[in-house]
């Protein structure tokens, strides 16, 4: 018998950082390469292997994917929901309906996070349509009618709110033991994630399954406050948001990358239920949906009752996929904006996608020159010339599923111009063409690269979102693996055909971000 659940709904709120908002603009890739650590690839290659042993996979009759990797060091378990859907799918003109409906997938079904849902619902409606008149109101410039309307509004958006249960769902998982409810919207997809006790695995099939089969998407216009507040703190009251929302704009002229995930401002005013009720329909069904779990579990107990559970999912049709190709770029293209910060100078370049087979070389490059204090742009920028006070970069932006960015990226020191910094951020990729990488130093980078992916899949969660990333993008968690031995096979000559392929004018995109003042 299906466990029937307490009625629950959740608020996910985010407090993002200056550079924080630019890895969250720009999705959520496996960080193989974020460490200084140092690893052997002896050390590594046993551990990978057993790790692969560990995985096994089945698919429901209804297209729903299941990846299981049993690890019994400890009575815990973490489960991935990956919905292959983020903002490059999302229809022209209602941009931000992704990242809208994770918001709302926390609010519950007509069982749960509810006190009575008939009641409700029929409050639900005439809420929509006070809200659909309210806007032919204002379209007529019918003042009488919009001040009436907007009263009636915030009287039945109180007589919703009465019977909502708030937060019954994180009292669910709380009570039950569970921890890190959260979720995350890339351009490429929206992934929902926590753990629990391995003895909770039937109550988080339950949980989970009735999420996604019979959701109410309440408290609409109260959670469309928060995100247009949300965009207001990462875009349009940060100086650097501000720029990556321009730089990808410019940098792609077709490919969807180039808009926002959070969406614009005025497509988020104008989004409604059925949008998001539509939206979920077209690309939350099962062929659509694949599911991670790692931890103390037995993998013949979890497709049991992934059977009884996510089986009663419908089967659809499948969704529409992405079709717009970024053409060449044949020109350097620029973005400058004048904003009450301090300098910054940004280089973006177009590389392949995520299952190309030079992305290791991609990674080895970034990692190269951008990542922690030993890289070949901190050591010259902010060490030894002084130029800068920061200086990084990293490949894969916004996202990695389509042809995507190597973005640098650096803030000026007081001492030194922007032109200074945009100068010698251009002679250290200058370098990587004209001068093969020592055996040495590429070494340490497939060290660091190695080390990144070893701490990236240290925790439960951590591997399961990457198995999870890696089936649904490169058609299988193999290639997860497979990442490494292509990693340790990265030559001098490979960083140089690539760098020299790569890093060319015509293929070049500059932000500036000049003061103000």
């Known amino acids: 018998m299906v466990i029937k659940l307490f009625r629950f709904s959740y608020l996910i709120r985010y407090t993002i950082s200056l550079i924080c908002l630019i890895l969250l603009l720009w999705g959520n890739v496996p960080a193989l390469a974020q460490t200084q650590s140092s690893a052997s690839s002896s050390s590594i290659t046993p551990y990978l292997n057993r790790a692969v042993e560990q995985v096994t996979e089945f698919t429901l009759d209804n297209g729903m994917k299941f990846i299981i990797m049993e690890n019994h060091d400890a009575p815990v378990v973490s489960f991935v929901t990956y919905a292959d859907v983020g903002g490059t799918d999302e229809p022209d003109g209602k941009t931000g309906v992704a990242h809208f409906l994770e918001h709302l997938a926390f609010k519950g079904t007509t069982e749960i996070g509810t006190s009575d849902y008939e009641k409700e619902k029929e409050v639900l409606s005439r809420l929509d349509k006070i809200v659909s008149d309210l806007k032919t109101a204002k379209e007529t410039e019918n003042q009488e009618e919009i001040n009436k ?11 919703a709110a009465s019977y909502v249960q708030q937060n019954a769902l994180g009292r669910i998982i709380e009570t039950a033991g569970g921890i890190n409810l959260n979720a995350q919207t890339s351009p490429d997809s929206t992934v929902y994630f926590y753990s629990f006790p391995s003895n909770k695995l039937e109550l988080w099939m339950s949980l989970e399954s009735e999420r996604f089969l019979d959701p109410v998407f309440r408290e609409f216009y109260k959670e469309q406050n928060i995100i247009l507040e949300e965009r207001r703190l990462r875009t349009e009251n ?82 529409p996929k992405v079709t717009k190709v970024e053409p060449e770029q044949k020109e350097t293209r620029e973005v400058t904006l004048k904003l009450a910060s301090q300098p910054w100078y940004l280089k973006g370049y177009h590389v392949p996608a995520l299952s190309h087979p030079d992305n290791a070389i991609y990674q080895v490059i970034s990692t190269l020159l951008s990542s922690g204090r030993t890289s070949r742009l901190y050591k010259s920028l902010v060490e030894e010339k002084q130029v800068a006070l920061a200086a990084q970069g990293f490949n894969g932006f916004p996202s990695n599923k389509y042809p995507n960015l190597m973005l640098f990226y650096a803030q000026t020191s007081p001492q030194a111009s922007l032109e200074e910094v945009a100068q010698d951020l251009s002679l250290e990729i200058e370098k990587l063409k004209n001068k093969p990488v020592s055996e040495q130093e590429l070494q340490r980078v497939k060290n660091q690269v190695r080390a990144g992916l070893l701490r990236s899949l240290d925790s439960n969660l951590g591997m399961g979102k990457a198995l999870v990333e890696y089936e649904v993008k490169t058609g299988s968690w193999r290639n997860l693996f497979e990442q490494v031995q292509a990693i340790e096979a990265v030559t001098p000559s490979d960083i140089q055909r690539v760098a020299k392929t790569t890093f060319v004018p015509e293929n070049l995109t500059i932000g500036r971000i000049l003061p103000k003042s």
């Open 149 to 159: 309307l907007t009263a009636a509004f915030k009287e039945v958006q109180v007589e």
């Open 238 to 319: 940060n100086p650097i948001g501000t720029m990556v929302e321009a730089f990808l704009d410019t940098a792609f002229t077709e490919h969807p990358y180039k808009r926002p995930t959070i969406g614009y401002n005025q497509d988020i005013r104008n989004l409604t239920r059925q949008d998001i009720r539509d939206f979920f329909n077209t690309y939350y069904g099962p062929n659509n949906l694949t599911i991670s779990i790692v931890g103390d579990v037995n993998p013949q107990k979890v497709q049991q009752l992934a059977k009884v559970y996510f089986g009663r999912y419908r089967e659809k049709p499948e969704p």
